[in-house]
């Protein structure tokens, strides 16, 4: 449509137009004050030594590229990023997987079960993190929680949150459970483009239900599939909320920290400005470095839309 | 674009591996029939029981809302508000706390939600109508922002607030939320925008409207819905955010809602946390953003994944 739009204005004057810079210039100074000028910051602060001492007014000081030394060379904080990429690794696979799955079901079923299974997950998609998170804490409470009622006298007052690997599968368990509503309906959209009549006639020639799915429909949801993977992985690798608040709940921070429940530690706990800022640079990079296929997916769509 | 959609299908029957035993096995016959409708039968009941498992939270938190704290932590658990009263839901009403932060929550979202509907229509404008230099470098940068992680910006855009003196103020927090919100809705509205064509715009113009005119008559009319789905996604972000609000809002009057039910629960390790009130206070924070939400919900998606989809 765009491109049926747009031209005609621009064919008839050729000239100089002062009308679309001023249009967009209020969005530009909301965005360079409160993002581009914060990202400058970051990133001069980050060959810094920022911290206690310059909060009382000692000027900072030129560590060149220490900051980021100590990211690849400490032990602690390379453990934090090592646990981010395998937490949102196994999340965005495990997400994007049972999403896949729930697609395939609910293209497969009766009307009314299907929408009974898209209400269902609508609701939980609906849910605020926060007020999601309060629930899910009420749930795997250690002496009333429901999940260890069910689970029996074994687990009469078990804390989930004591022990670092039972942490991250709680917190995998309510991560996927918000995230797989949008992965089934994006997956569930692709899906009904995929024409019955082929899929019948490839039934009629004899191919089974896992044939159909591996070679006729996942080839057409490809496309899908890759954006909806690559947005899993760029969210979960920024997992925030879901951490805090369990680790608000008794945990302990140092062996189950992510990257952003890190960076908040080191920046507004410790005052440690110069090491935030060299996290948060790193972060930022690797953010749009993932981006940058979803962005052209999204031009694409600019282009031909 | 089509036409690659309508061959695909083409290639991958050929490339479906036909083994002849298979094709004389499924003879489609009655008996076939009857067993693809038992699976499809079968199949449906293991989506209801998963619904059951998705909603399962949401029905916890209200159910739970409705009961006393002494049922709650009986050690049994009961699966039907039965007996229920709205007793938690006056208790966290009386508390003094939930009206501030209500108040802090709806000053927030309601300045972030104006100002970025507003510079977000008035770029969305620009990119759909009119082919500038700098629109490429412009719709590029839009598109990156929006992926920025809010855990790689909040430290700085904490310090840069305290240098305004902005901390713990309903203007700083709102302002940093117009930022984030700004790009993908200067993407969603550009959609709306270039839906509308300007040669309708321009026939009333040829019918002796200014532009100004026809604009405010032809096309913001029919812009309408955009700017609603935009406004509503808006508030959804403002509103949930909690992430920024934690670092900017620390004393305990700026609390915005998300922050206010956090402190809450934040005592959950021990004994002292009112599960009930708990669940009343995340029902009332809960409802309204169901609500709102499940009025855009289509529109966000196809918006976030269109390209993909459209192949």
């Known amino acids: 449509m765009s491109s049926i739009a747009a031209p005609p204005l621009a064919q008839k004057k050729r000239k100089f137009h002062i009308a679309p810079y001023m249009l967009i210039l209020p969005a530009i100074i909301v965005l360079l004050a409160a993002l581009a000028y914060p990202v400058g910051w970051q990133i001069i602060t980050s060959f810094q030594e920022y911290g206690l001492k310059q909060q009382f007014g000692q000027p900072p000081e030129w560590v060149g590229g220490a900051n980021y030394v100590k990211i690849f060379t400490d032990p602690q904080i ?104 949008f992965v089934a309906f994006s997956v569930y959209a692709g899906l009904t483009q995929v024409s019955g ?31 909806v993977l690559l947005l899993q992985i760029i969210w979960d690798l920024r997992v925030f909320t879901q951490i805090q608040m369990l680790q608000d709940a008794g945990a302990d921070y140092n062996s189950t920290d992510l990257l952003g429940t890190f960076i908040y530690r080191t920046g507004a706990g410790s005052a440690n400005y110069g090491m935030a800022a060299a996290m948060s640079v790193f972060v930022l990079v690797l953010t749009i470095v993932l981006s940058a296929p979803y962005v052209r997916s999204l031009l694409k769509e600019d282009n031909n839309g | ?108 979202t309601i300045i972030a939600v104006a100002a970025c509907l507003l510079f977000a229509f008035l770029a969305a ?25 809010a855990e790689g910006l909040f430290i700085a855009q904490y310090k840069m607030l305290a240098s305004l003196n902005l901390i713990n103020n309903a203007l700083g927090l709102a302002g940093l939320y117009t930022a984030s919100v700004i790009p993908f809705t200067v ?3 550009r959609g709306f925008v270039a839906g509308v064509p300007a040669d309708l715009e321009e026939s009333a113009m040829v019918d002796g409207c200014t532009r100004t005119q026809a604009f405010f008559r032809i096309t913001f009319p029919l812009l309408a819905p955009g700017l609603v789905a935009s406004g509503v996604y808006a508030f959804l972000q403002a509103w949930n955010e909690f992430t920024v609000a934690l670092v900017i809002m620390q004393s305990e009057e700026a609390r915005t809602l998300p922050l206010w039910l956090r402190a809450f629960v934040q005592a959950s390790a021990s004994r002292a946390t009112d599960w009930g009130q708990v669940m009343a206070a995340s029902t009332l924070v809960a409802v309204p953003v169901i609500i709102f939400f499940l009025l855009v919900q289509g529109r966000m998606t196809s918006g976030l994944v269109a390209g993909a989809v459209k192949g």
């Open chain 2, 125 to 149: 404008l620009a990119i759909s109508r009119y082919h500038f230099k700098g629109r490429t470098s412009f719709v590029l940068a839009v598109l990156f922002i929006q992926m920025l992680p």
């Open chain 1, 78 to 181: 390379w453990a934090v990023i090592l646990r981010s990429i395998a937490f949102c690794l196994v999340n965005a696979a495990l997400t994007v997987i049972i999403g896949v799955a729930l697609a395939v079901l609910m293209n497969s079923i009766v009307k009314g079960a299907r929408l009974v299974l898209q209400v269902g997950l609508l609701l939980a998609w609906a849910m605020p993190v926060v007020a999601a998170m309060t629930v899910w804490l009420w749930l795997f409470n250690w002496y009333s929680g429901v999940i260890n009622w069910v689970l029996g006298p074994a687990f009469a007052n078990h804390n989930w949150l004591e022990d670092p690997i039972s942490f991250y599968a709680v917190a995998t368990i309510i991560v996927v459970w918000m995230s797989v509503p």
């Open chain 2, 1 to 108: 674009m089509a036409s690659q959609t309508l061959a695909a299908p083409e290639r991958a029957i050929e490339n479906v591996n036909v083994k002849p035993a298979t094709r004389a096995v499924t003879n489609p016959g009655q008996r076939g029939a009857q067993r693809r409708k038992l699976f499809k039968g079968l199949r449906s009941i293991i989506a209801i029981l998963l619904a059951l498992v998705w909603v399962f939270p949401v029905y916890w938190m209200i159910s739970s809302s409705l009961l006393p704290t002494a049922v709650l932590e009986s050690g049994t658990p009961r699966f039907f508000p039965w007996g229920g009263s709205l007793d938690n839901y006056e208790a966290v009403f009386e508390m003094g706390t939930f009206w501030p932060a209500l108040r802090m929550s709806l000053t927030v």
């Open chain 2, 187 to 189: 993407w969603m509205l």
């Open chain 1, 197 to 227: 009549e082929v899929l019948e006639a490839a039934q009629l020639d004899g191919a089974n239900g896992w044939q159909r799915f591996t070679q006729i429909i996942l080839p057409l949801i490809r496309p899908v599939l890759m954006i």
